[in-house]
């Protein structure tokens, strides 16, 4: 029996395809596998068909066209060394800037903790333990209530969200409670 | 006036002749060891010499670049374009260029690397300072040395971080005229190596299994890039076996100071070996002694002297007809060193005698290494299959073979999936 002839088919049907083919979205590996193995960039003049595009940059160039996309940055040579100074300037200053500002909050929290140390180890007439055996004072009860009493004062934690809903005092956490919402909470 | 409106001379345009701050301009090819081209003449005498000569640097009129051609025989250089903007701009300099904000910012990296600069100049004193005084209290001779190459270090980094902001230096790095004994070229060199091409090198060499195959492990840190003649060959590259006959030179950038002294060694781990049905090792080349630094580069391993480095002269590639693709490895190993001494040679007379060093079939870099110390720095890679040159190759070679071509043995099928006819013969 003879086998029909495909070329009717082959003609005018776009679903005969004799070669495999491959979606639209890989078609680029193909092109750019056609280059010889090598890393470095081909030369556009040497190249006398012209370089083989990528079809998916096609696309993607052509509709980010439009008139409310900014033009692309083009600097001549001077130009952007000139950009490119003041953009190295400015992230140096920015930089210093913050490191300055870390350092500041260290010596605030240094000098904090410093004068929290200083009262949790005076007493009430405002002496330390070495303080009164030089002045040959007699000594107070080292856990006593006298010793440190400004330090648990200054520890209380009253008054700290005055001024600020209390609903902001929730311990941030991953996850939500288990029970959502608790709905008997009246302020 | 114009100093009470900056803005307004910003903004100006400064290819305009108003501004005459030096007579010269750096503005094409900043401070370089050769000499600069003739220097286009500023504006006030340029119509005097166009009555005598014509600029080739400046002419930029069609009928200018014409007489040129026709009365000096000399044709204009560089781009229309370019010579136009020679002939039209002010000669001012890239860094007194009159913009505020380039100004501004310039003031505050000089500011910088002048705080950078007083840096070193402390930890110099510092360092000084620790080796003079004797131990503290506590510690170790050991600990001083760690304190005392910690601060050495801080010093490098201090010494990069000083000039990493100048748009001159960058510059000068991008048109590839940078001085390599400087610690800013060679740390920009270093960055721009790893951003792409060692990446390229690693895997090429790890897919294709050099790495376990030959030597347990590298970390590549000298840049190597192989050419054979004048072709250049990317790493990995198949190469025509006529081409890879004559044997190839290579640049061998390092990126840290100093000399050094390196063994290279080119291994093919694919040699057929038909009585072991499996494959042997073959070296093809190997050298010791050979100086590299970040200025000296080129090794061309033709020129190297027999005597003093040249262990296994060069012998070209070839595979024989039915093989698959063989790797052909270049290994750069260091020779041992101390830093405050130069680097001894090793003694090559020594390794001439021992016969599993000389031997071309069956080296094992991974003995040579060992016994030598050597450790691996760098490597490059290419492949070698069988092409029409082959068979000339291993003639001139005197290698015999080049006719034998290698095939599958023919596995047996197993009965039942016999064809009908063969099942109880």
């Known amino acids: 029996m003879q086998v029909p002839s495909t070329g009717l088919l082959r003609a005018f049907s776009p679903l005969y395809k004799t070669t495999p083919c491959l979606p639209w979205t890989a078609r680029g590996c193909v092109y750019q596998q056609r280059a010889s193995f090598s890393s470095t960039e081909q030369r556009q003049k040497r190249n006398k068909g012209g370089q083989k595009k990528d079809p998916r940059i096609t696309q993607i160039r052509y509709h980010l066209q439009h008139p409310l996309t900014p033009r692309p940055l083009r600097f001549s040579r001077t130009r952007y060394l000139r950009h490119w100074t003041i953009h190295r300037a400015w992230q140096l200053y920015q930089s210093k800037l913050r490191t300055q500002r870390e350092r500041d909050l260290e010596k605030q929290y240094n000098t904090m903790h410093a004068a929290c140390e200083a009262l949790r180890l005076i007493d009430n007439h405002g002496m330390t333990t070495q303080d009164r055996a030089r002045l040959g004072e007699p000594p107070q009860d080292e856990g006593g209530k006298e010793m440190g009493r400004l330090y648990r004062i200054a520890m209380l934690k009253h008054g700290v969200w005055d001024g600020v809903p209390i609903e902001y005092a929730r311990i941030q956490t991953d996850s939500p409670g288990r029970e959502g919402w608790n709905h008997a909470w009246t302020q | ?425």
């Not at chain 2, 005597?307 to 012998?315: A, D, G, K, R, Y």
């Open chain 2, 1 to 425: 006036m114009a100093s009470k409106r900056p803005i307004t001379q910003c903004l100006r345009c400064t290819r305009h002749d108003r501004i005459h701050i030096l007579p010269f301009r750096n503005l094409t090819t900043t401070t370089t060891s050769e000499p600069p081209p003739p220097p286009p003449p500023s504006s006030e005498d340029a119509p005097k010499q166009q009555s005598s000569t014509l600029n080739p640097f400046l002419v930029h009129t069609p009928r200018s670049e014409r007489k040129l051609l026709t009365t000096q025989s000399q044709y204009p250089i560089g781009s229309r374009r370019r010579r136009a903007a020679l002939a039209t701009s002010s000669n001012i300099p890239f860094t007194q260029l009159p913009y505020q904000c380039f100004q501004e910012a310039r003031k505050i990296l000089l500011e910088d690397r002048r705080e950078k600069i007083a840096e070193i100049e402390k930890m110099r004193d510092r360092i000084e300072k620790v080796q003079k005084e004797g131990l503290r209290k506590g510690e170790g001779e050991s600990e001083r040395e760690h304190r005392v190459r910690s601060m050495r270090g801080r010093i490098e980094d201090l010494k990069v971080l000083a000039d990493i902001n100048d748009p001159l230096v960058k510059k000068r790095f991008e048109d590839g005229l940078g001085d390599m004994n400087k610690p800013i070229y060679r740390s920009l060199a270093n960055q721009s190596w790893r951003n792409y091409k060692r990446k390229v090198l690693l895997q090429r060499i790890t897919q294709m299994n050099v790495i376990p195959d030959i030597l347990p492990f590298i970390g590549p840190t000298v840049s190597t890039s192989l050419s054979f003649g004048r072709k250049k060959v990317p790493h990995g590259e198949i190469v025509e076996s006529t081409l890879s006959e004559r044997a190839p030179s290579m640049e061998l950038q390092c990126f840290d100071k100093g000399e050094r002294l390196v063994t290279i060694a080119v291994v093919n781990p694919d040699v057929p070996d038909v009585e072991k049905d499996g494959f042997g090792y073959r070296c093809h080349f190997l050298a010791s002694n050979v100086r590299l630094s970040p200025t000296e580069t080129g090794v061309d391993f033709a020129s190297l002297h027999d005597e003093s480095q040249v262990i296994i002269p060069w012998m070209a590639p070839y595979v024989q007809k039915g093989l698959q693709y063989q790797r052909h490895a270049i290994f750069i190993l260091e020779q041992p060193s101390s830093p405050t001494e130069p680097p001894t040679p090793l003694d090559l007379t020594e390794i001439k005698k021992q016969a599993r060093y000389t031997n071309r079939d069956g080296f094992k870099l991974r003995s040579f290494a060992d016994r030598y110390r050597l450790r691996p720095v760098g490597v490059d890679l290419f492949r070698a299959v069988w092409d029409e040159g082959t068979a000339g190759v291993m003639e001139r070679l005197g290698v015999s073979g080049g006719d034998v071509e290698f095939k599958r043995k023919r596995v047996e099928p197993l009965p039942y999936k016999r064809l009908k006819g063969e099942r109880f013969t």
